[in-house]
Nanobody, 124 residues
Framework: QVQLVESGGGLVQPGGSLRLSCVASGSIVSTNAMGWYRQAPGKQRELVATLASDGSTNYEDSVKGRFTISRDNALNTVQLQMSSLKPEDTAVYYC??????????????????WGQGTQVTVSS
């Protein structure tokens, strides 16, 4: 069994900062891409930022220059540092991980997992 557990959400005023963390645990051989998505009320889930195993990053246009994604492969964690937060950043943020795991009979395979989500609210 593989689990992703997020932490760090909350209520912050506009212009403030928050740091989200996600820890992957279980029968993990290695991490491929890890990232963050968000879903605001009435909207579809959208990509926020991703970080591949080679270190390449991808950010949604509206968060470029304000959010920074980082990871610790040894600890199977990914973080999202969010600064200069705006009310439109309000959403449930989900951790996403593309992992190489030990499958049936110990055969490695790739699989995608999601965290349970953490609420980020930006409001005065």
């Amino acid at each position: 069994q593989v689990q992703l557990v997020e932490s760090g959400g909350g209520l912050v005023q506009p212009g403030g900062s928050l740091r989200l963390s996600c820890v992957a645990s279980g029968s993990i051989v290695s991490t491929n891409a890890m990232g963050w998505y968000r879903q605001a009320p009435g909207k579809q889930r959208e990509l926020v930022a991703t970080l591949a195993s080679d270190g390449s990053t991808n950010y949604e246009d509206s968060v470029k220059g304000r959010f920074t994604i980082s990871r610790d492969n040894a600890l199977n964690t990914v973080q999202l540092q969010m600064s200069s937060l705006k009310p439109e950043d309000t959403a449930v943020y989900y951790c996403n991980a593309n992992l190489r795991i030990l499958g049936t009979w110990g055969i490695p395979r790739d699989a995608v997992y999601w965290g349970q989500g953490t609420q980020v609210t930006v409001s005065s």
